[in-house]
């Protein structure tokens, strides 16, 4: 009764200082607790296999989580916490079994159905993922995230109609989320409605001005229309993500259009410098012929070379 008593004060500082993201303090206190209940109380050794994962020794949390799994094989959290780990080491079998594992025990694991869809989504299993994130929006509608990533798996699928559902369902849930905004714009523009894809591109770069993507896309929708347009539109970009590579290689494509060959070759020498592997393109790319004659950009060329 006393072991008792002393346990469960080490697991309320141990939690405290956890919340705290103390994961030294925390650890130390569940060691405590550890020891005293003799290495048999399934919460407190899934809370160090939490812990050594997020100090970045996965080994050490699969271990743990393994133990909890020899007093309890129900234990649908040592599942979870397993299958996350071989996620994150990209594992992705081994993920997905034991994702299924955690859903088998418990068939209201929202957080497990949620990993796993995008484990069979960046695994190129499309059609899992699809069904994964339904029955995770079956059970929960309002998971903004999943409506998300549901509907720009439809848009890679070209199933624009049902992209454009769960892109307004996400907004509906989280209507500033620029993300959502930017992905509205994607499929507007895909439905040739223009002027709605440029305001929901604006707005997702007044929600969030270091998105280099919102940028890109909406300086192509005026490329050929108003060229200068959207030179404004990828400089305001860099002024914002400088380091993007992409957005000055754009930029030099924009002026050679306009006949501005030295600001050009400015950007894409810039482009060169940020992302060395752009060269093979450039030297394929009509748009940047005259660009790539001058003199400018063959010297920086032979010394690169070099």
Same mark, same amino acid.
């Given at each position: 009764m006393k072991d008792d008593?002393? =346990?469960n004060k080490? $697991?309320? @500082?141990? /939690?405290? !200082?956890?919340?705290?993201?103390k994961l030294i303090k925390a650890l130390d206190l569940y060691n405590k607790a550890y020891e005293l209940s003799n290495g048999e109380d399934v919460d407190t050794i899934i809370n160090l296999?939490? =812990?050594?994962?997020? $100090?970045? @020794?996965? /080994?050490? !949390?699969?271990?743990y989580y393994k133990e909890a799994l020899n007093i309890d094989d129900y234990e649908e959290r040592a599942y979870y916490g397993l299958a996350t780990i071989h996620d994150?080491?990209?594992?992705y079998e081994e993920a997905i079994k034991l994702y299924n594992k955690a859903i088998y025990i418990n068939p209201n694991y929202h957080k497990a159905y949620f990993f796993l869809a995008n484990v069979y989504d960046v695994s190129g299993k499309?059609?899992?993922?699809?069904?994964?994130?339904?029955?995770?929006?079956?059970?929960?509608?309002?998971d903004f995230w999943a409506n998300l990533n549901l509907g720009c798996i439809y848009e890679e699928r070209n199933e624009n109609g049902a992209a454009y559902k769960k892109f307004s369902k996400a907004l509906k849930i989280d209507s500033n989320n620029h993300l959502a905004l930017f992905n509205m714009g994607v499929i507007y523009y895909k439905l040739n409605m223009i002027e709605k894809a440029i305001n929901f591109y604006e707005r997702a770069i007044e929600k969030d001005k270091n998105y280099e993507y919102s940028y890109l896309n909406l300086a192509v929708i005026y490329k050929y229309t108003d060229t200068?347009?959207?030179?404004?539109?990828?400089?305001?970009?860099i002024n914002n993500c400088s380091e993007t590579h992409f957005l000055y290689y754009n930029r030099s494509c924009?002026?050679?259009?306009?006949?501005?060959e030295n600001k050009a070759c400015e950007d894409i020498i810039m482009a060169l410098k940020l992302y060395p592997k752009f060269l093979k393109y450039i030297l394929e790319d009509e748009e940047l012929e005259k660009v790539i004659k001058l003199s400018s950009f063959q010297d920086f060329v032979a010394k690169y070379s070099l």
């Open positions: 008593v002393q =346990i080490y $697991l309320e @500082k141990a /939690e405290e !200082a956890f919340e705290e993201n296999a939490l =812990i050594y994962d997020s $100090l970045g @020794k996965s /080994e050490k !949390a699969k271990d994150e080491e990209e594992n499309k059609d899992l993922a699809i069904e994964t994130y339904e029955k995770l929006l079956n059970l929960n509608p309002m200068k347009k959207g030179i404004e539109v990828l400089s305001s970009g924009f002026y050679a259009l306009i006949g501005e």
